[in-house]
């Protein structure tokens, strides 16, 4: 028989449903004997029973809870400050945890792609709600992946309060990942941390002199560059220091003639939209148009765009329904004279 969840190191006593979307599966350890976690000496006497209650890892599209029948010990070695002890399950539980290993393994991992809040609306929709907050905390307890040791070794100082306390990041350049952070940024931390590892090629670093004298007392041997980040802002300081000197005598050097032909074009920052380009190309307000055309300032716009026909005479269809010229004596209801096809091309605003 496959059964649909499997529990390391206990067999399952029963599986009940108490809601549809909840599955409550009672437990018990297959283990006769525990070992005490303070002399380590196995026992099988058996003092008491208590009942815990993890989450566990979805089944069948339900989130699962457990019921797991945990017994306590006797611990039998009369020098044990310990008198009894709760059987460990260290592949499926951590003491006083409320979610198994492989649910914690699991919620960490979507926390690590998604973050917090959005980790657990995702988590939500997986059958393994959480909160954001737990979420973050389980990232936190993961263990950091093993690095390999770096050849090409980027050193700077990073602000752990700005303006008051800076420590040292060391980076790894090829795989671009942090290798560690110091909690000072001097040049006796910096050596004793290079002395530790293994042989580094190369250590980029700003022009600071501390930064050079740690690494040359804890990796002699290695090449000392300046990265390219500090090389241009050190540039770039030095040329607005230059330009601030001598701006008075760049004041005073005459204008340079260019023809209009060689002045640049200026790119807008935005497109246009057809009102603003048709009131630019002809230069005229709201108010000149609506003077042009006999029409209030409001309906000069709709004239910009050209949603209403150019010709000041030409007849026109209203908002209001009405057909007719800018005099209002002329218009008519639509429906007394208009035939398809016999005013040519009106259009409508």
Known sequence: ?????????????????????????????????????????????????????????????????????????????????????????????????????????????????????????????????????????????MPLPESPMPRVLGVDDWARRKGHTYGTILVDLETRRVADLLPQRTAESLAAWLKDRGPIEVIT??????????????APKAVQVTDRWHLLQNLREMIERWLTGIHGRLRRLPPVETSEAATPRRIPARRRTSSEAARSSTRRSNSALARARRCSRS???????????????????????????????????????????????????
């Open 1 to 141: 028989m496959h059964e649909p969840i499997l529990i390391p190191d206990c067999r399952i006593a029963e599986v009940t449903r108490a809601d549809p979307g909840r599955l409550h599966v009672a437990v018990q350890p297959t283990a006769v004997e525990a070992s005490c976690p303070v002399c380590h000496t196995l026992s099988q006497a058996v003092h008491s029973w208590y009942r815990r209650h993890p989450a566990d890892l979805p089944s069948l599209g339900s989130d699962v809870h457990l019921e797991l029948s945990v017994r306590r010990f006797y611990c039998r070695n009369t020098l044990c400050r310990r008198r009894t002890f709760a059987e460990p399950l260290p592949t499926l539980v951590a003491p006083r945890a409320r979610r198994t290993r492989r649910l914690a393994g699991a919620q960490a991992t979507v926390g690590v792609a998604c973050g917090g809040e959005a980790g657990a609306r995702r988590l939500k929709h997986l059958a393994m709600p959480t909160s954001g907050d737990t979420v973050l905390r389980l990232v936190r307890a």
């Open 205 to 218: 670093r700003d022009r600071s002199s501390e930064y050079a004298r740690g690494a040359a007392m804890g």
């Open 299 to 349: 309906a000069a716009p709709w004239l910009c765009r050209g949603i209403w026909c150019d010709a000041p005479l030409m007849p026109r269809v209203f908002p209001n329904g009405l057909l007719g010229c800018p005099d209002p004596a002329f218009s008519i209801p639509i429906p007394v004279i208009w035939k398809p096809g016999s005013l040519g091309d009106v259009r409508t605003p």
